[in-house]
């Protein structure tokens, strides 16, 4: 997380200005397609190579099937670039994602989506609007205490540090100050985001226009170098129009990378894997839905199934709730839908029931994200006595639908724990 309190004085490196440029626009694919396209064999071995879709050769010379998993977004290689679009609708992906990053304020920031094609495009679009709503209003300042080294006396002189560095010189002086500053991490994180949009191509002009107004504005302002470490800082009645266009400055660093974290080959990316998405999703709402049960809501929580003095079964859990001490609640997170006809696949069952052996529960909740069936979905395992509660959460609702869904999920997660349904040794003994 970057710190806002302290800064040490350091030459700033200009930035040079970003626009389009001349690519190769391969034609849109959406998310876990497999479709023909044509392409230079230089371009196809270039996208094979950042490990984003597998790329397959036909018969036909320069026909090739490329094959999208779960991410979704743009990859932008030397010449080329590919754009995945999601399955679902745009404002409800750019909900999901909103909300994952701030429950209180998602509303505001998703405004103005409505229209965009893709997700850059759409982040681009709601960030500049709600960036520039921000600043318009006056560019906030705060207190930040410098470290610095002056021929004047300003602030406190650091004594220690005056000793080790300059002994028995008068000038000049290492000193700390307090300074009232536009260079806060509100504006930095604007900044950061500015700068990470304008370095895309065929970024809307509209938007291109009000990044670039607000990367004049914020000039003096420090860029973030590491991007995803930086943070949302708590909002105030001081930083609370700055709101919307933080939460979308928070989901531009995220979903950017300036090197591939998967494959070998050098590419510009700005992608989401709608599996986390979806997992982020089903934690932040439960969290919120759950408050009024008490206890607390862990992601990626571990256990593990052996009793090995070093246990070499372990697993993490996308989500657990815990109240009075123990684990009362897994829930796992499958960003599928479940068909009318069909049934969970085994390995998801699987899956789950090792989560409760591991945890001691009698019952796991297992959360897809829709199900088009109407048949229940609680699965009892034979002799054991272990249930498999299968739910789903229709993420192509409206948002204030969905939310509802998770409170109804909520409310069947907590009630075990009113009814002691919890495994303990004295009421539940299963074996396998």
Known sequence: MLEQGRITRRPRRPTQPAGPSTLFEIDPLTAWAREERELSPDIAAALAATGVAKVIPL??????????????????????????????????????????????????????????????????????????????????????????????????????????????????????????????????????????????????????????????????????????????????????????ALVLAKLVLDGVSLRQDHGRAPATSFLFDMNEVFESFVYAALREALREYGGSVERQAAGELDTAPTPALRFRADVVWRSRGAVRAVIDSKYKPLSAGGTMPNADAYQMLAYCVGFGLRRGFLVYARDTGTEPRLHRVKRHGYEIDVEALDVELEPEKLLHQVDALATRIAAPLTRTLSLSTESFSPSL
């Open 59 to 244: 018969d036909t010379p320069g026909r090739w099937t490329v094959e999208t998993e779960s991410r979704v977004g743009i990859v932008v290689g030397r010449g080329w670039e590919l754009r995945i679009r999601p399955r679902m609708a745009i404002p409800k992906l750019m909900f999901l994602l909103a909300y994952s990053r701030n429950p209180a304020g998602w509303a505001d920031a998703i405004a103005d989506m409505d229209t965009e094609r893709d997700v850059l495009e759409a982040l681009a679009a709601g960030f500049a609007i709600h960036a520039q709503a921000a600043v318009e209003r006056g560019v906030l300042h705060g207190y930040i205490g410098v470290e610095d080294r002056l021929n004047h006396l300003r602030g406190r002189v650091r004594f220690g540090d005056q000793l080790a560095r300059l002994p028995g010189l008068p000038l000049p002086v290492e000193v700390s100050f307090d300074e009232f500053t536009p260079d806060v991490i509100e504006n930095r994180l604007l900044r950061t985001a500015a700068e990470t949009l304008l370095a895309f191509p065929r970024i809307p002009s509209k938007s291109r226009s009000r990044l670039m107004r607000l990367r004049a504005v914020l000039e003096n302002v420090t860029v973030i170098p590491d991007r995803r470490s930086a943070q949302i800082p708590p909002i105030t009645r001081l930083n609370k129009r700055y709101e919307p």
